[in-house]
T-cell receptor, first 112, second 116 residues
Framework: AQTIHQWPVAEIKAVGSPLSLGCTIK??????LYWYWQATGGTLQQLFY??????VESVVQLNLSASRPKDDQFILSTEKLLLSHSGFYLC???????????FGSGTRLLVI | GDSVTQTEGPVTVSESESLIINCTYS????????LFWYVRYPGEGLQLLLK?????QKGSSRGFEATYNKETTSFHLQKASVQESDSAVYYC?????????????FGLGTTLQVQP
């Protein structure tokens, strides 16, 4: 069975500090991978997607970056956090030609 | 543009009462939209509750139902008799089956509180 694991579960970080959020998918080769984000009071919106190792497409510009160093790993990061980065981050995967998504449990980020 | 509008929460109902959470969508750039209901239980991740990919069809899961109505651009979620364990946040979403962007357009979410 496929599993998706996100880390950390929650973070409190200072403005201007770096951030790295991780996501690992086990049991599925060559998945499509996605990062979604929900600001407090806002809707979930897609930030990045990746269909293969080393290739990441940006959907929304939020001074964040994403990388896919391995087939089963997706990393979201920034060198300098902003207050506006606070929110809930979700990683997800889907099959190449199927729209069913499996989401991770998410990371709650508070920037102070 | 593409968007989803759903019932603003929180919605509070008593156990065994019926429930409807409204969802309407606009799919201007998606030729064949798929419609989804996701649910997030307290402390858990987002889970797919049900999906319908063909207009006119009904999806059902765990006692919940939703019918894809292309004429009214709606996908309302209904349940005849809710349980306390149904308390969660429900998200209506719009997506497309083709392509690899995998983009889902979500509504704001509706918090459901079921009182015993």
């Amino acid at each position: 069975a496929q599993t998706i694991h996100q880390w950390p579960v929650a973070e409190i970080k200072a403005v201007g500090s770096p951030l790295s959020l991780g996501c690992t998918i086990k049991g599925k080769s060559s998945p499509n991978l996605y990062w979604y984000w929900q600001a407090t009071g806002g809707t979930l919106q897609q930030l990045f997607y990746s269909i293969t190792v080393g290739q990441v497409e940006s959907v929304v510009q939020l001074n964040l970056s994403a990388s896919r160093p391995k087939d089963d790993q997706f990393i979201l990061s920034t060198e300098k956090l902003l207050l506006s980065h606070s929110g809930f981050y979700l990683c997800a995967w889907s099959h190449q030609t199927n729209s069913d998504y499996t989401f991770g449990s998410g990371t709650r980020l508070l920037v102070i | 543009g593409d968007s989803v509008t759903q019932t603003e929460g929180p919605v509070t109902v008593s156990e065994s009462e019926s429930l409807i959470i409204n969802c309407t969508y606009s799919a201007t750039s998606i030729a064949y939209p798929n419609l989804f209901w996701y649910v997030r239980y307290p402390g858990e991740g987002l889970q797919l509750l049900l999906k319908v990919i063909t207009a006119g069809q009904k999806g059902s899961s765990r006692g919940f139902e939703a019918t894809y109505n292309k004429e009214t651009t709606s996908f309302h979620l209904q349940k005849a008799s809710v349980q306390e364990s149904d308390s969660a946040v429900y998200y209506c979403a719009l997506g497309e089956i083709t392509g690899n962007t995998g983009k889902l357009i979500f509504g704001l979410g509706t918090t459901l509180q079921v009182q015993p």
